[in-house]
Nanobody, 125 residues
Framework: QEQLVESGGGLVQAGGSLRLSCVFS????????MGWFRQAPGKEREFVAA????????YYVDSVKGRFTISRDNAQNTVFLQMNTLKPEDTAVYYC??????????????????WGQGTQVTVSS
């Protein structure tokens, strides 16, 4: 059974940076497309970024383009989200997710079949 464990969240001032990590276990990591989602208080969960199984195809929500970078290391079974120039509106719980049916990457939450427990990111103004 797949398992995802996120880390790297925290409190940062606006303009700062954080790097989130998500370690995958239980299956062959390179068989999965990976994604990051976030949920702010009182809001629905939203797509942030996704990456294909080989790391070639990447997708971002418009609000983070140019500031966030998704990457993966298949040898380490890990997906990363580098977040730069953070804004208060980036404050949320960030979740990583894995999809075995959309290895090329997908923005659709319903296509992901495994989710991590989430890590809190708080950006102060």
């Amino acid at each position: 059974q797949e398992q995802l464990v996120e880390s790297g969240g925290g409190l940062v001032q606006a303009g700062g940076s954080l790097r989130l990590s998500c370690v995958f276990s239980g299956r062959t990591f390179s068989n999965y497309g990976m994604g990051w989602f976030r949920q702010a208080p009182g809001k629905e969960r939203e797509f942030v970024a996704a990456i294909s199984w080989g790391g070639v195809n990447k997708y971002y929500v418009d609000s983070v383009k140019g500031r966030f970078t998704i990457s993966r290391d298949n040898a380490q079974n890990t997906v990363f989200l580098q977040m730069n120039t953070l804004k208060p509106e980036d404050t949320a719980v960030y979740y990583c997710a894995a999809t075995s049916t959309s290895r090329g990457g997908t923005t659709s939450a319903f296509r992901y079949d495994c989710w991590g427990q989430g890590t809190q990111v708080t950006v102060s103004s």
